[in-house]
């Protein structure tokens, strides 16, 4: 089969890669970085003496296409986290503590068991769930959900954010309603929470290297493609920092790039322009183990606490609001929450904070419409990247999952 070009090496781009080497194509990657990886690595911190993940994710057991993708590149055994769903939590505000833990079955039954469900939430406040999983049109997480009450405070609000990074108030319902369905609404099977046991490049990243190298797979880091020569309806040559590489006949071509990136390349392409931001505050300190491996906070800065061996740290997500903080400020009112959470001793221990102002499109109803599907009018260039319309929000899950339909669309007659 043919050689197929994948701009850019992040997750979108290696699993196109990756699909693309399983349907028996040629790939090779160009990254305009040094590594690959996009937002989903782990790098060496000088300052800190140690190995950080550029951000915190939590996967969940109903993200099929991300443990395939695992699966596919020896990686699987690499993910860790409790052998049923549980989700911890602590209202900052008055200091109780509960777990959200759904039995494995379809039938909620769990909603039943106070020892179970959110402490103060009404039976009926679960209806909730039921309206969303339905819900259509441009409405808001927050008026579908009601926006009030111990369930939306305590357990909807914080998934919402930590899903579509993006308030509730503007964040569209129908892309939270797309994760419900696929976990939640599955039963608590589909919703046992995974972190990757070591770090995100040894979980998502390298493993998928070293399978594609093995395969003849090729990476070319630090070559950035700052141009496409089109010809007769077709890309004819990426015109990377390193000269020309030539697309020959019956070669085709992945853009996975992110999307302020790909309309320079793609002039006239249509793609989302508004961002949130997600900060990650990283502590170098020691906490006991927590049977979940992370514990979400109600009413902080610090809204999700992960713990590893020497490492713990914090996300806030749809973090516009205060990203312009200084560091310093970030890390205190973070290491304030996290300490009263795990129990930790003053003073703050060494810290990283890490910015990500355009962590993911806004998925706001107005951004959702901007996103362009895998095709494009070039008869050998398709999409990829978790900001085209893959009916999910920008996850791990869709970016895999962008890479597939790439993929897909390559190997189908269409294009051979």
């Given at each position: ?112 068991s106070p020892s179970r469900r959110v402490p103060g939430a009404r039976l009926r406040d679960y209806a909730a769930l039921a ?17 009030a009450g111990a369930l939306y405070r305590r357990l909807l609000q914080p998934l919402a954010v930590a899903a579509l990074n ?251």
């Amino acid at each position: 089969m043919p050689l197929i070009h994948i701009i850019g090496a992040g997750l979108a781009g290696l699993a196109a890669a990756v699909a693309l080497t399983r349907a028996g194509h040629r790939v090779t990657l160009y990254e305009s970085g040094p590594a690959a990886g996009g937002r989903c690595r782990s790098y060496f911190d000088r300052d800190l003496g140690c190995r950080l993940d550029n951000g915190n994710h939590l996967l969940l057991s109903g993200n099929r296409a991300t443990l395939d993708y695992l699966a596919t590149t020896d990686a699987a055994a690499t993910l860790t986290g409790p052998a049923r769903p549980i989700f911890p939590f602590m209202d900052l505000a008055t200091g109780e503590r509960w777990t959200v833990a759904p039995n494995l079955g379809r039938i909620p039954w769990w909603v039943l068991s106070p020892s179970r469900r959110v402490p103060g939430a009404r039976l009926r406040d679960y209806a909730a769930l039921a309206r969303l999983r339905f819900t259509r049109g441009d409405a808001s997480v927050a008026t579908v959900l009601d926006g009030a009450g111990a369930l939306y405070r305590r357990l909807l609000q914080p998934l919402a954010v930590a899903a579509l990074n993006t308030p509730p108030d503007t964040a569209l319902a129908r892309l939270l309603a797309a994760v419900v369905n696929e976990t939640l609404a599955q039963g608590g099977a589909a919703c046992r929470p995974l972190v990757p046991a070591v770090g995100l490049s040894e979980s998502f990243i390298d493993p998928a290297l070293a399978w594609l190298s093995a395969r003849g797979g090729t990476l070319h880091t630090g070559r950035r493609v700052a141009a496409l020569a089109i010809d007769g309806g077709a890309v004819r040559d990426l015109l990377t920092t390193d000269g020309p590489a030539p697309v020959g006949p019956g070669e085709a071509v992945v853009m996975a790039v992110p999307p302020w990136v790909a309309p320079t390349l793609l002039p006239g392409l249509v793609a989302p322009d508004a961002h949130e931001t997600i900060i990650n505050v990283h502590f170098r300190t020691q906490a006991a183990p927590i049977p979940a491996g992370f514990i979400g906070l109600v009413g902080g800065m610090a809204e999700w606490v992960f713990v590893k061996d020497g490492i713990v740290a914090t996300t806030t997500s749809a973090a516009n609001r205060v990203v312009d903080q200084p560091a310093e400020a970030l890390a205190a009112t973070s290491w304030a929450d996290t300490a009263r959470a795990l129990a930790l001793p003053d003073p703050m221990p060494p810290w990283r904070v890490v910015k990500e102002k355009r962590a993911t499109f806004a998925a706001t109803a107005a951004q959702e419409r901007r996103r362009p599907g895998p095709r494009t009018a070039l008869s050998n260039l398709v999409l990829a990247g978790d900001w085209t319309a893959t009916g999910l929000p920008a996850t791990i899950e869709g970016a895999i999952r962008s890479g597939n339909t790439a993929a897909a669309l390559l190997s189908g007659p269409r294009m051979r």
